[in-house]
């Protein structure tokens, strides 16, 4: 069905957005498939071979990994390592803040507004 090929390549570059690169690719190589094989070229428009071949190349660049987004996610023991660490660290007093050390005149004078 060649004259569904752009509502296709709309899925395929919202997968792609959405990490899913591997399916994505997948579209896309369906539709070149299937542009090979139709023999009507009235279903297709200029901007839409330049769409697909954008995000063909799009897709070639960006390594396929198996986690489904383009960043990587943090692990939950990283971020809850990390937490701890901070609030251990402030309830111990450690945390060293600019404001709290020296006198009250000499942090008014380091503002951005000191004279």
């Not at 296709?8 to 899913?20: D, E, I, P, W, Y």
Request: hydrophobic content about 35%; aromatic content about 10%.
């Amino acid at each position: 069905m060649p004259y569904l090929s752009a509502y296709k390549l709309q899925r395929a570059t919202l997968l792609a957005n959405s990490g899913f690169k591997a399916e994505a690719q997948s579209y896309c190589d369906a539709l070149v498939a299937t542009m090979k094989t139709t023999k009507a070229p009235a279903y297709y428009h200029p901007t839409f071979f330049g769409e697909l071949e954008d995000l063909s190349n799009r897709l070639r660049q960006v390594p396929i990994q198996n986690s489904g987004s383009w960043m990587a996610k943090p692990s939950i023991e990283k971020v809850s390592g990390s937490l701890l660490s901070k609030l251990s660290s402030f309830v111990a007093g450690d945390d060293s803040d600019a404001a709290s050390q020296g006198s009250g005149r000499d942090a008014a004078e380091a503002g951005p507004f000191a004279k």
